[in-house]
């Protein structure tokens, strides 16, 4: 009597065991910007996972919208990466036209945009065909964005001041958005009627109209006590995300070692959600549950429950932690 009994626990617990393995893992990147690798902690363990290897100062981090694939760009080696996020195994590497910052993929993962910081340009880069297929010059670029829900690529212009516009569809700028000063981090409200971005000396953010290509507000942060991030020498607010529903942008104060949530409706300031040193970069979750900063002074990252604006866990990281980025890997 009891080999069936014993049968019936060990099919219903293969069972179990194969439901869960249908469910998407929640993974949070990050790129350790004086180090050589990625560290990848498990939101569902709010842990360390692993630590993947991809060479000397990492520095974008950007994904398809499926989660299978990420890539991550290597300032010494001049490159573009794509990992398999089920595996941690790089997959490509791909030689970029100079030294790269912040990358953007359009969803399907097709293109991947690259700001070439020593080329004055920003590299298209087909995932398919494997390599750059255009160079479209900008002054000095910076970071480069994608809604998730488009095929334009944002990248930002610090010599001009401004925010360009790519449609990959034609390989060419379709508009310049003005920021009113030197844009440094920026987001783009899915509808892609709004801009927000910090800039360079500026505690706070400006809000642009897209469609009108103008400067709406200029948001101010409570003060904060002088700069003193070695990594960040002249922006005292580098990370800003808006989360998934559009209904608040939060943003990091790097002299304060915290975060403030503006409310988008009410446009009121939250009070300050202490985290780590010098926070510099934010990402959500694409259910909007949790929020990540890195924290590059203090070498960890800071995960916040985002419905009660509290910091559940502040595990450690690599060297220099910079851009983190939320992944749903199937």
Request: glycine share 8%; charged share 20%; aromatic share 4%.
């Amino acid at each position: 009597m009891r080999t069936p009994v014993l049968l019936l626990l060990v099919v219903s617990a293969a069972t179990a065991l194969a439901a869960s393995a249908g469910h998407p893992r929640t993974l949070l990147y990050v790129d350790n910007s004086l180090g050589d690798d990625l560290t990848v902690i498990d939101l569902g363990r709010l842990s360390v996972a692993e630590t993947i290897k991809v060479g000397r100062e990492p520095h974008g981090l950007c994904a398809a919208s499926d989660g299978r694939t990420l890539f991550t760009t290597i300032e010494s080696e001049k490159t573009l990466k794509s990992i398999d996020t089920a595996t941690g195994r790089i997959l490509d590497t791909i030689a970029l036209t100079g030294s790269p910052n912040q990358c953007a993929a359009t969803p399907d993962g097709r293109y991947v945009g690259v700001p070439i910081r020593d080329g004055n340009s920003v590299d298209i880069v087909d995932m398919s065909l494997k390599k750059v297929v255009k160079v479209l010059p900008i002054r000095d670029p910076h970071n480069c964005f994608n809604t998730g829900g488009s095929n334009h690529l944002y990248v930002s212009s610090m010599g001009d001041k401004e925010v360009d516009i790519v449609d990959v569809k034609t390989m060419a700028y379709s508009g310049r958005i003005p920021t009113g000063g030197i844009p440094r981090p920026f987001a783009v409200s899915n509808d892609e009627k709004t801009l927000y971005s910090a800039l360079t000396d500026l505690h706070g953010f400006v809000i642009a109209d897209i469609p009108g290509r103008r400067i709406m507000e200029r948001v101010q942060l409570p003060s904060a006590p002088p700069l003193d991030c070695p990594l960040e020498r002249n922006t005292p607010t580098h990370g800003l995300a808006l989360t998934p529903d559009g209904k608040q942008l939060w943003v990091t104060s790097l002299a304060d070692g915290g975060v403030y949530v503006y409310d988008l409706g009410t446009r009121k300031t939250s009070a300050m959600i202490h985290v780590g040193k010098c926070p510099n970069w934010i990402a959500f979750s694409p259910d909007g549950r949790y929020c990540a900063v890195s924290n590059s002074d203090s070498d960890d990252c800071s995960i916040i429950d985002a419905r009660t604006q509290r910091e559940l866990a502040r595990p450690k990281t690599g060297r220099a932690p910079k851009r983190v980025l939320i992944v749903n890997v199937p």
